[in-house]
């Protein structure tokens, strides 16, 4: 698959939420998509075969550290390497550590980053409020 890694804009917002609300049990919303790209913050980034989106990631910038607040593959596309096309990118273009919080449920998500390096760093009790699960947080540090 020819994989193409591009900012996402908002004219991407409407096919982002198409995968949000089958990915997440509480979905962001357009409202909130909009108001990130407003922010210079935040650094949304979509994976596209030809012109259709079948992933996303979005990033909190601090500065000296990334936070990888969301990725999301279209559930028909998962395990074709989309996520980690999307991981290998940002991981490349920012050369900064990234860190991130994961439900400790989400093997998926954990294989995914153990892949790249990231190592747990500790656990949040009852971090996710809508099921009170815990969060694993991960840390990868830059070479
Ligand atoms: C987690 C998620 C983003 C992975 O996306 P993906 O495009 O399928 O990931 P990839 O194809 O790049 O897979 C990379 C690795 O992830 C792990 N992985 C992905 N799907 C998996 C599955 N169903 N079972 C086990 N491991 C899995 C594996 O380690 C895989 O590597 P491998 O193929 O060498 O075994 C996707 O499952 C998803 O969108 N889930 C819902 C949203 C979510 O939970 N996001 C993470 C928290 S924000």
Redesign the pocket.
Known sequence: MNIKINKINKDNIKNILDIEIT??PTPWDEKLYLSMLRNNRYHLYGAFLDDILL?YIVLYDSVDIIEII????SKD????????HLLQFVIEKYNLDFMLE?RTS????I??YK?FNFKDISIRKNYYKDTNEDALIMKREAK
């Open positions: 990915s997440f992933g969301k990725i999301a593959t596309y998962r395990k074709k390497g989309i996520a980690s994961v989400n093997i998926n998500a294989n995914l892949n």
